[in-house]
């Protein structure tokens, strides 16, 4: 079946340039997490949504962050105007209500230069 | 501040063997733990979960056990396998919304 996709899986942007980074969760998953994964550490957590309601953004590392899920499935992080330490993998996961058990996407590898 | 610490970045054991991945945690609000598998490439795959009601849940090879005074949790994977070779990371959660991961553990399992 389906799981979590993720585009693109790669990026590498300049400095100062804005990203976009798509998930399309599974089908039917109601909550939907970003993360951000730093070389050698573990998944960070960023954002989070209830279908298309964003009830968790504390993580967002800054304003030049912002993360949408318009119309309760796909999901898209946006990063304004890049730095250098943005350089990370980007992990999108989703879950069945009421679940804790995630299930996550293969990732986007940001590198700004 | 990490609320959640595997102090082991490494781990070989023999194949058929018992593994021992140990994760550390200061937050006595946690009240639900995971562990997920992940390799090269790919985002973490779900393992195996634990309430704090509970001080073990075992499926399979995998057996998680939680010490809530000490907090503890440990994944006991036996018999270990070549196809168990990854990075483990735990995580815990006291809200359902922020999940909090370790910073990983990379098993070898030596055939």
């Known amino acids: 079946g389906a799981g979590v996709s993720q585009s693109p899986r790669y990026k590498v942007a300049k400095r100062g340039q804005d990203v976009a980074l798509r998930c399309d969760p599974i089908?039917?998953?109601?909550?939907l997490f970003w993360y951000q994964q730093a070389l050698g550490q573990g998944p960070e957590f960023l954002t989070y949504f209830q279908n298309e309601a964003q009830l968790d953004k504390s993580g967002l590392p800054s304003d030049r962050f912002f993360a949408e899920r318009p119309e309760g499935s796909v999901s898209t992080l946006k990063i304004q105007r890049t730095q250098q330490e943005d350089s990370a993998v980007y992990l999108c996961?989703?879950?069945?209500?009421?679940?804790?058990?995630?299930?996550f996407g293969p990732g986007t590898r940001l590198t700004v230069t | 501040d990490q609320q959640v610490k595997q102090n082991s970045p490494s781990l070989s054991v023999q194949e058929g063997r018992i593994s021992i991945l140990n994760c550390d945690y200061t937050?006595?609000?946690?009240?639900?733990f995971l562990w997920y598998k992940k390799y090269p490439a790919e985002g973490p795959t779900f393992l195996i979960s634990i309430s704090s009601i509970k001080d073990k849940n075992e499926d399979g090879r995998f057996t998680v056990f939680l010490n809530k005074s000490a907090k503890h949790l440990s994944l006991h994977i036996v018999p270990s396998q070549p196809g168990d070779s990854a990075v483990y990371f735990c995580?815990?959660?006291?809200?359902?919304?922020?999940?909090?991961f370790g910073t990983g553990t990379s098993l070898t399992v030596i055939p």
């Open positions: 089908s039917g998953h109601v909550s």
């Open positions: 995580a815990a959660t006291d809200t359902g919304n922020q999940f909090y």
């Open positions: 937050n006595s609000m946690f009240d639900y």
């Open positions: 996961a989703s879950s069945m209500r009421l679940a804790y058990e995630q299930y």
